[in-house]
């Protein structure tokens, strides 16, 4: 009789080789320039794929099992805050209006994510980042999901969560995250990773992540803070995709260095435009607040990031050319952004407001250089414009930066008093722009640029408009056919906190009684 002889188990190296490396194969009767054609053409010089690490070491199997664990105790947290309804524990209906904005302008962010890792895993030559890209890929899909089953709760209770996904393709502060990636997805497999995982996981995503959803524990949001924290621990296998994919680059080849630094000056800065949402989120949404935007930078940029930057000193690479400007702009941008919003308020889906005197004191103690100094004054002039009826609503149409597509609000360095304008022109055609970097960006490769979906250009082409609407009709309105191409319910989606249906039904939730009503 024969002994059966076992075969010895695969150790924890080779099993992982076994699933990642050995899924490749060489084709037969194709070249496989021509099945894998995408990451030749940015220029990039790769040598030898084996050299790219995944310092996880995932392999697929795994994969599941970990994130099915997570997904029992995310989707616990989520089902005992709806049955206990825990939206009556928010610290401040004024709050959910930043969840508005998050599952608006974040949410199909993730979507998109999940798309342009599926397509560049799709395209690159070596095995190990084709499995790397696609984990990823169903990492920002299942953000999407977790982040719109959590969210939905709140579409229960308030305005302004009912149709996120059609706002997305048409509401004119959404044009500035959607230009984003669709920036990111028309580039290269290459750039695209420098883009997504590296400018922005890497080096950016923190600011989100962490304080704000710190923020959501602090405001009684258990639902949010769940899903993002479950998020923040797929972020980190992110990070480490975005550095191994830096250091692959530059490592294999040195004509590869000036490529990605241009990348890395351009993603930085489109990062940190687009983040100015965020600041805006964290130091005016947040009725009870963890840290300022200002402390955020300066924990998770300038500090990390400056490490990180030393580090690959030695490739030859150095700061993105923007570190200088977004560093001075970290007093500015959270201010400048939501004043935008208060003045925009009649065309977005969300509530603003002016902060309380004590919220002006906290943001006088975080910006004790610029707030008393530059914003202070405004809201105390929109305070009492209210108070005598006067609530101003801007009614024109503002002028967007061709590159990042954000108004022009942001002023000069060094001087906060002044707009900061440039301008290119191009074929005969005359384009603006908020910042040197924006510029620069568009000059590098204008003939993308040049088709930017602007707003407000297409508001006055008459783009906006639902089929039906006549512009010639006496009495028309342009800016309630823009509403209605949005799909905004006027009066509950828009204008002031103050006297809003949000305000009004959650004070009688909490038995509370509202300044001016008898009791």
Excluded at 401 to 424: H, L, N, V, W
Aim: proline share 5%.
């Amino acid at each position: 009789m024969d002994t059966s002889v076992q075969k010895k188990k695969l150790g924890l190296k080779d099993r992982y080789a076994a699933m990642t490396r050995g899924l490749g194969w060489q084709t037969s009767y194709q070249p496989m320039e021509k099945v894998f054609p995408y990451d030749k053409y940015e220029s990039i010089k790769i040598h030898d794929w084996d050299k790219w690490e995944d310092p996880f070491r995932l392999t697929m199997d795994a994969y599941w099992k970990y994130q099915g664990e997570k997904e029992k105790k995310l989707y616990a947290v989520i089902d005992a805050f709806a049955q206990n309804n825990g939206q009556l524990s928010i610290s401040d209906a004024r709050y959910v209006n930043a969840l508005k904005v998050f599952i608006q302008g974040v949410t199909p962010l993730e979507y998109m994510a999940h798309r342009g890792f599926a397509h560049v895993g799709r395209h690159f030559t070596g095995e190990g980042a084709r499995v790397a890209c696609q984990m990823q890929s169903i990492d920002e899909l299942r953000h999407f999901q977790t982040e719109m089953h959590a969210l939905s709760h709140y579409n229960k209770y308030f305005n302004g969560l009912h149709n996120s996904i059609h706002w997305y393709d048409r509401v004119w502060y959404l044009s500035v995250p959607k230009s984003f990636f669709e920036d990111a997805a028309t580039g290269g497999p290459f750039e695209f990773l420098t883009a997504v995982s590296f400018s922005f996981e890497y080096v950016l995503t923190n600011l989100l992540f962490v304080p704000f959803m710190s923020g959501a524990a602090y405001n009684g949001d258990m639902s949010t803070v769940t899903f993002g924290f479950s998020a923040q621990s797929d972020e980190s296998r992110h990070m480490t995709l975005g550095i191994e994919c830096i250091k692959f680059m530059l490592e294999q080849d040195p004509d590869n260095v000036p490529i990605v630094q241009r990348w890395i000056d351009k993603w930085f800065w489109r990062g940190y435009r687009l983040l100015s949402i965020v600041a805006m989120m964290q130091d005016y949404m947040l009725p009870n607040r963890v840290m300022s935007w200002r402390e955020s930078w300066e924990m998770y940029v300038e500090q990390n990031g400056g490490a990180l930057f030393k580090d690959l000193a030695r490739y030859g690479i150095r700061k993105p050319k923007g570190w200088d400007q977004a560093c001075e702009g970290k007093d500015h941008i959270s201010h400048q952004t939501f004043a935008v919003f208060y003045n925009y308020n009649a065309a977005a889906p969300i509530h603003t407001w002016v902060p309380t005197e004590e919220e002006m004191g906290w943001l006088s103690e975080k910006y004790p250089e610029t707030f008393d100094k530059y914003y202070r004054p405004r809201w105390d002039y929109w305070r009492e414009q209210a108070a005598k009826g006067n609530r101003f609503y801007n009614k024109t149409l503002p002028m967007l930066c061709t590159t990042c597509q954000i108004p022009m609000i942001f002023t000069e360095p060094g001087d906060a008093t002044k707009i900061c304008y440039r301008e290119s022109d191009y074929l005969g055609d005359k384009y603006h722009f908020c910042s040197d970097h924006c510029k620069e960006i568009f000059d590098n490769e204008p003939e993308k640029f040049v088709q930017s979906w602007l707003p407000p250009q297409q508001v006055y082409q008459g783009n906006c408009f639902k089929p039906d609407a006549d512009p010639t009709k006496e009495g028309f309105d342009p800016l309630m056919a823009l509403l209605d191409y949005y799909n905004l319910n006027v009066g509950r989606d828009n204008f002031d906190f103050e006297g809003s249906e949000d305000q009004k039904n959650f004070a009688a939730w909490r038995g509370e009684v509202l300044q001016g009503e008898a009791k």
